[in-house]
Every structure is written in C-alpha cells, then in structure tokens.
C-alpha cells in the first residue's frame, strides 16, 4: 500500500458497478456522517468496470473537493477485484470495505469506526445485518451458508461472515494476503482473521433493502462461496498463504498470533 498520508484516520473502499442510481446520495451521505462526527475518511471509489453514469458521477464528487479518490477497472472480473484494486490506494492506519448501495446507515459505519478507534491490538470490526428486510429464501439460504462457515471454522467469530462494511488496521489487511477477486473475498477475510488470531467486534445494525438499482449476487455466487470454502478447509490455499511468510513482522506491530493451526 501507499505510505500514509497525515490527514485521514480511516480509508474505505467501496467497488461501485452499476450504481449511478444510488451512489449519488450514499456516498454524499457517508462522508457527511464522518465530517459530523469529527473523523477524517478517505473514500476510495473503484468504478468497477461500470458501463452507465458512476464514473461520471463520482468523478464529479472528486472535483467537488471531496474526499474521495476515484479509480477505474475497465472490466468487471468481480466485486473482490474492485477492493483488491482499491487497497493500494488505502492511505490512513485504519482500512475497511464497504458496499455502494447504502444498506447499512452511514451513521452505524461511524458507530463501528467509533468502537474500533478505542480498542488495542489486532481487532476486525464488522456489522451484523441483525434486522434484514430479505425474502424467505434468502433467509434460509444465509443462514445455511453461515451455519457452514461456523462449522468449518469454529469460533470464527461472526453469525453474519458477509457483513459489511469491515475495518481493521492497515498491517492486519496487509498481512491477510487477500487474493479472491470474485464473491469469496469477505469469507476470506474472516477466515484469515481467525488464523491470525484477530479478535472480531461485530456490531448490529439494521440492514435496509437497496433502495434502488439490482444486486449484483447471483444464482452461481452459492456455488463460488462452496468451492472457496472447502479449497480454504480442505485444499491448499491456506497452507500456501501460510508459508508464504505474509505474517512475518505481524507480531512485533500488532500483537497478532499469526499462524493458527486449526
């Protein structure tokens, strides 16, 4: 990642693809929740291979003066590779992710931030949809799915792995290695978080339904999230991320116990 810029105590980076219907008040509403509270966000806004106005709307934030800085993937390969792409650009000691489409209230991602800001050591906040306004089926579906991850990773953590938004110290996301740049990128971060031994703050909050535009999430991203898991459980990517040395040097800054066996 880039070296630190003085000014800013939080980076989030939020992927927008398709999303000229909405961000033009989430993002407004989400630096002006932070300005209120007397926190310094920088938001960085990945068109994520966007083919309608959300270029040229944050593009318009940015000559505004707002803090925002505006990057462009010409071809969308996935929701994680907008965050990947946008994590270098990350300047201030705490990072997150965040999603465009305003379903979690800016003044909760304060809350969130706000906890955080008074804990020590190596520490994951995320939110747990607690009131989600989703169909049945969706409903059945996630709490399938969560149940499966608490099963393979016991004392992960979280009852919501894909709750966002998600912040931590820049040296913890450092250390993650992440590499999906597809859907499986969230449970990613929670099951590294676990063999780093990161202590995980999850805050309720109320999950409102997109007030416009389509979600991105379809039928084939439950078949990605099983793939993923099990190459994460029973396959090789962790043991290859293990030894890859990303944790050496965690310790010494953040506390962190790196390398968990189970």
């Not at 106005?53 to 969308?76: C, K, L, M, S, Y």
């Not at 931590?168 to 099951?191: C, H, K, N, Y």
């Not at 999950?207 to 535009?213: C, D, P």
């Not at 459980?233 to 010494?252: H, I, K, M, Q």
């Amino acid at each position: 990642m880039t070296e630190r810029e003085e000014g800013f105590d939080l980076s989030l980076v939020m992927p927008c693809y398709d999303e000229e219907e909405v961000i033009g008040w989430t993002i407004p509403e989400l630096l002006a929740a932070f300005e209120t509270a007397g926190y310094r966000l920088e938001l960085v806004a990945v068109d994520n291979g966007s083919s309608d106005r959300t270029g040229e709307i944050i593009a318009g934030f940015v000559e505004e003066g707002r803090p925002i800085r505006h990057h462009r993937i010409d071809v969308n390969v996935g929701y994680g590779n907008g965050i990947l792409e946008g994590l270098p650009l990350a300047s201030a000691p705490w990072v997150g992710t965040i999603c465009a489409d305003g379903q979690v209230d800016a003044e909760d991602v304060v809350k969130l931030f706000e906890a955080l800001s008074q804990t020590r050591g190596p520490v994951l906040g995320k939110v747990r949809r607690r009131f989600r306004m989703d169909g049945l089926r969706r409903k059945i579906t996630s709490i399938a799915y969560n149940s499966l991850v608490i099963a393979l990773w016991p004392g992960i953590g979280s009852i919501d792995i894909n709750g966002v938004p998600k912040i931590t110290r820049r040296e913890v996301i450092e250390a993650m290695d992440l590499g999906s740049r597809q859907w499986f990128l969230d449970p990613e971060i929670m099951i590294k978080a676990r063999y780093l031994g990161v202590r995980v703050l999850e805050m309720n909050v109320f999950s409102r339904m997109r007030g416009s535009g389509l979600s991105h999430v379809q039928a084939t991203t439950c078949l990605e999230f099983l793939k993923g898991l099990f190459r994460h459980r029973f396959g090789g990517a962790l043991n290859e991320w293990r030894r890859s040395g990303c944790t050496v040097g965690l310790d010494a800054k953040s506390g962190v116990a790196a390398g968990r066996d189970s």
